[in-house]
């Protein structure tokens, strides 16, 4: 994104701000963000050190990437010495030699266990340890504590020594006045080494997922980036909804639009997905090279990721699609896990990127099953389902959201989903209505019936209360049935405190992002509120 326009992220910002205030009060609690590629990670990071100023701490942020160990270790012993004396009034110069004359003065007893370590690399075990306490001697002659940041931390495998992780976990339990802050773009592999390699102190460490921007973010990032542009809000929501509140998509697709005269949308995606120069049509390509790189089984992988992104994203469905058994697909499955490409939801599969799902069912295996090559006809196919898909959503906007939400419960098929860590079975309704509470907090519902099963939903288009949930508590009595599901969906925020009388109430409440998920599952258009 824009320098100039790092948007929202307080949550994130707030944390880190907590985790170092506290570490100068005596209390360290490592961090580690973890997200998918290009979800803004690193921006975050950048934003706060922007922002820093505290004399009695030293910030060290390496991005971490494979290379010989030796040239990591100059990076970091530069990288800490340079943003010690980044406050000492002296012309710095990005010069090691240079760093450690100048620090020498300083800090003597820091210089020199450096010219040791800098003497005796690749020639004695415990050197990575011997690293990273010379963040202890530091404190011990200058009172700063410093704290570490490692970008793609995972990387580290590809650095060595082998017993690096070892080394680390020990030193992570005793070294009390520096904070690590990781971050990583490999959530799978990021949270292995976590419980595994740094198992030691798997609870000192508390892991962060960043997300996409939600939908409100998202409509305020889109609305001060276009403030010059005079755009509808209906294309506005579909840009919202197709980049997923992803920022780097939103900033692509914003960008593009500034460049034009005339804010044609289906256009713009065209030129960034289909066009062989495209910006987000080179990245998948590059994304898709890299796992045909991986394995010579990868074009099954490719497939697969083909077949989810076009709805076959059930196990059963899938494994008819691609004609394998459960146990053979579940190998596969797993792999796609852990190289952060797909996710699960109990029964469902979902794309991680949903644009590289929408690149992969429209754009690659298009140009793939295409008999003649012909760019045009490709093109022209390519635009006409992009502006369909625009006109659905939009025509799907209009529409009450009840009767949105009916829609996808009639699609229910007794399959299984997780919301919030919970599994919740999709019963295949035979009746589904309206449903009236006539009350002053709460409208509109539904009722769903199955052979064995009774949901009862509420819909609140404001931020829920805990005279909701009494209400709808004393709504859901009405019905005779042993065990029924009660939902309260709201497209707003829901109150602490009416989570915790939903809890007593056993409600399941809702928000707009639960919702859409499931949207998201069945492959239908995401409420945009």
Not at 378 to 386: E, K
Not at 410 to 423: A, W
Not at 491 to 515: C, F, G, P, S
């Amino acid at each position: 994104m824009e320098n100039n326009l790092f948007f929202d992220r307080k949550l994130y910002l707030d944390i880190l701000e907590k985790h170092i205030q506290d570490l100068k009060e005596g209390y360290r609690q490592n961090i580690a963000f973890l997200g998918e590629e290009a979800v803004g990670k690193t921006s975050i990071i950048f934003k706060f050190l922007g922002d820093f100023s505290d004399n009695h701490i030293i910030i060290a942020y390496l991005e971490i990437r494979p290379e010989p160990f030796e040239s990591f270790a100059r990076r970091f012993i530069g990288v800490l010495l340079y943003n010690f004396l980044l406050n000492s009034n002296i012309r710095l110069e990005e010069n090691l030699d240079f760093l450690i004359e100048k620090s020498s003065k300083y800090i003597p007893m820091t210089v020199d266990k450096i010219k040791s370590i800098l003497g005796s690399l690749n020639k004695k075990n415990h050197i990575f340890s011997e690293l990273l306490l010379l963040c202890d001697t530091i404190k011990q002659e200058s009172s700063k504590s410093c704290v570490v940041i490692f970008d793609e931390f995972h990387n580290f495998e590809g650095v060595g020594p082998k017993n690096l992780f070892a080394e680390w976990s020990k030193v992570l339990t005793t070294q009390k006045n520096t904070l690590y802050v990781l971050i990583s773009s490999r959530k799978f592999r990021a949270k292995a080494i976590l419980s595994k390699n740094l198992s030691l102190l798997f609870g000192n460490f508390q892991i962060i997922e960043v997300e996409p921007f939600d939908i409100k973010v998202s409509g305020g990032y889109l609305t001060q980036k276009l403030r010059n542009l005079n755009i509808n809000t209906g294309i506005k929501d579909f840009i919202v909804h197709f980049s997923g509140g992803h920022p780097y998509y939103l900033d692509v697709i914003a960008t593009a639009l500034l460049k034009t005269d005339s804010p044609d949308l289906a256009g713009i995606i065209e030129e960034l997905l289909f066009m062989p120069t495209g910006t987000l049509n080179q990245r998948f390509f590059i994304c898709i090279n890299r796992l045909l790189d991986y394995s010579k089984g990868s074009k099954k992988y490719i497939s697969m990721l083909y077949e989810i992104s076009c709805g076959h994203n059930k196990i059963r469905d899938l494994a008819q699609a691609l004609s394998e058994t459960k146990k053979e697909l579940e190998i596969k499955i797993s792999r796609l896990i852990e190289l952060d490409l797909i996710s699960r939801s109990a029964d469902f599969l979902k794309v991680n990127d949903r644009m590289l799902g929408f690149w992969l069912r429209f754009v690659y295996r298009e140009k793939l099953n295409s008999l003649t090559f012909d760019m045009q006809k490709q093109r022209v196919s390519f635009r006409s389902n992009i502006e369909g898909i625009i006109q659905e959503f939009i025509s799907n906007a209009k529409r009450p959201a009840i009767e949105r939400i009916s829609e996808v419960l009639g699609l229910f098929e007794n399959d299984t989903i997780q919301i919030e860590r919970k599994k919740l079975r999709l019963s295949h309704f035979r009746e589904i209505k309206p449903l009236e509470f006539k009350r002053a907090c709460l409208k509109n519902g539904l009722i769903g019936r199955s052979d064995e099963a009774l949901w009862i939903m509420a819909l609140k288009n404001d931020s829920l209360t805990e005279d909701d949930i009494a209400e709808f508590a004393r709504e859901c009595k009405k019905y005779r049935h042993k065990c029924p599901k009660k939902i309260i969906i709201t497209l707003q925020d829901i109150d602490a405190n009416a989570r915790l009388k939903a809890l007593e109430e056993r409600i399941m409440t809702w928000d707009i992002n639960n919702i859409n998920r499931i949207f998201d599952l069945f492959l239908k258009p995401r409420l945009i509120i």
